[in-house]
């Protein structure tokens, strides 16, 4: 498993991060609001962000959308000093009384896609985006013969 550096912001609690995870953060609201962080490395390039995009749709009880929306939803960001794509998406799923939010940065490099994802409380991720993208600016990688050099290659 790849290792990480990055700065944890404050108010977000770091949990063990299991066997697909490089990190695991759990964030507390005020009530009973939480939310979920992990970081998925993943070999390849783990399919199109159309592709990944639409399944975290799916997990929120939204329909998939086509490129053309996914190209006027996507948001760039900076991921420990390269590009990355900002994607987020709220809905209520079946049986769920509060509305889901995903918030999921994409960064390819060298080989491997890069997940950063926080799902929970619709009002509790919205409010933790600045969070979310300077914990994305304060990751860094692995020294250039562990996994080389941060390059992008993004795959839309």
Known sequence: MPTLKWSTPAGWEEVPAGQMRAASFRVKGTGKEVADVGVFPLPGMAGSDLGNVNRWRGQVGLE???????????ETVDVGGSSGYLYEMAGLQPGQTGKTRIMGAILRREGMAWFFKMTGDDGLVAEQKPAFV?????????????AGQAKTSPER
Do not use: N, Y
């Open 134 to 146: 300077e914990f994305l600016k304060s990751v860094s990688f692995p020294a250039a013969g562990a």
């Open 64 to 74: 998939p959308i086509g490129q053309e929306e996914l190209e006027r939803s996507v």
